[in-house]
């Protein structure tokens, strides 16, 4: 994990996690396991992640993610850790979601966001202030066959998303005992998450569609400006642009 500014203890964050990924292993890592130090990094932080909220639905493997940690992307459990908790408190939401996991593949740099808003309306009926992330090398881990736009395959994913909330991937790692062997473990790649600086939001009970926009806008600026001061120091080109869709 880098860290590019302070978060202050005094203030609420909602730090959007790009890209999703196949399992969101950035995301995992960086903000619940403690593991990369981000307590160290932020002092007086504490930082929860998200997951899709059918999770939660599951007895024994709901247990395991609220152990772990992980909350359901929803309104009233976000609101609750931003509102209910006091202060110094991070909320990671992996914005992209399952739509984004479907485009996942080695040198992709394809976000789902342009019309993904509700975690900026969230931020500001509670004040919370906005804070970029990218998870340098998250999608290198796995390889996914990627079905095209309008092909039966696309469209039985497409179903399923709408039905369950995600989509099935077709996906593969390296295998158990060898490297060149497939199989379902992740690719030995590394993936540095980079955490950007904050978005100012101020508390607006019910704000406006316009005002949600310019706080939008304000994130997406933030979120480009991230990958463009860091994509040559971990493993992308000067050539490589980010996609916003």
Known sequence: MVKTHDLSPSHNYIIGSHPHGILCVG???NFIT?????????????????????NFRLPVFREYLMSG???????????????QRGTGNAVAIVIGG???????????????LKNRKGFVRMALRHGAF??????FGENDLFRQVVFEEGSWMRSIQRR??????FAPCLFYGRGLTSCRSRGFLPYARPITTVVGEPVAVPKVENPSRELVDRYHELYIRALLKLFEENKTKYGLSESDELHIL
């Not at 940690?69 to 509102?83: C, D, E, N, Q």
């Not at 399952?98 to 789902?112: F, H, K, N, Q, Y």
């Open 160 to 165: 399923f998303q709408k039905m369950i909330g």
């Open 130 to 135: 906005l804070v970029p992330s990218f998870s």
């Open 98 to 112: 399952a739509a984004e996991s479907l485009s996942c593949r080695p040198g992709v740099t394809t976000l789902i």
């Open 69 to 83: 940690g992980l909350f359901p992307v929803t309104r009233r459990a976000i609101g609750y850790l931003l509102s």
């Open 27 to 29: 995301a995992f890592c």
């Open 34 to 54: 403690g593991s990369t130090g981000f307590e160290e990094l932020f002092p007086g932080i504490r930082s929860f992640l998200t997951a899709l909220a059918g």
